[in-house]
């Protein structure tokens, strides 16, 4: 097995990592969801759990490395397994995958409930982690396809 994929895998996690902390700057210089802020509730929950205040750069950081090393090397092992005859086809379904695991099991764990339908701003907060996923997903997954220009985009 070639290791090719590999720096495939993490340059796409990259380019969706960029795009996914694109849209997160744009959500806090324009005040959108000002009330929903997953990564200082991410800084809370961390503190939680060691008992001392955490860096606020330690849940970007986080973020930054499950996005553009886990989830993108996750994203790489698993393309010619996902539905889809493309790039952002396959993007979109691991994006889904992921929203949907996020609102089950990562926002309630951080004190939001179910979906953030905990955060007091109605169905907003789950749209919001929807286009936050999907963006990173269906630019990971065009930057993937576009590193593999023949198709040979499995390990």
């Given at each position: ?32 969801l ?8 991410l ?24 996005g ?50 905990q ?31 023949r ?5």
């Open positions: 097995m070639s290791a090719n994929w590999t720096w495939k895998a993490l340059v796409a996690g990259l380019c969706g990592s960029a795009a996914h902390s694109g849209l997160m700057f744009l959500k806090s210089q324009t005040g959108l000002a009330s929903f802020q997953p990564y200082e509730d800084q809370r929950t961390l503190s939680q759990l060691v008992g001392s205040s955490v860096h606020p750069l330690i849940p970007w950081a986080l973020s930054f490395l499950n553009s090393v886990l989830l993108g090397f996750l994203f790489g092992r698993t393309y010619r397994l996902l539905p889809g005859r493309s790039g952002a086809a396959k993007g979109f379904v691991f994006g889904m995958l992921g929203w949907i695991l996020m609102g089950v099991l990562v926002f309630p764990m951080l004190g939001v409930g179910f979906f953030a339908n955060a007091g701003l109605g169905v907003q907060p789950a749209l919001f982690s929807l286009l936050m996923i999907l963006t990173y997903s269906v630019i990971m997954g065009v930057a993937y396809a576009a590193l593999n220009p198709g040979a985009a499995e390990p």
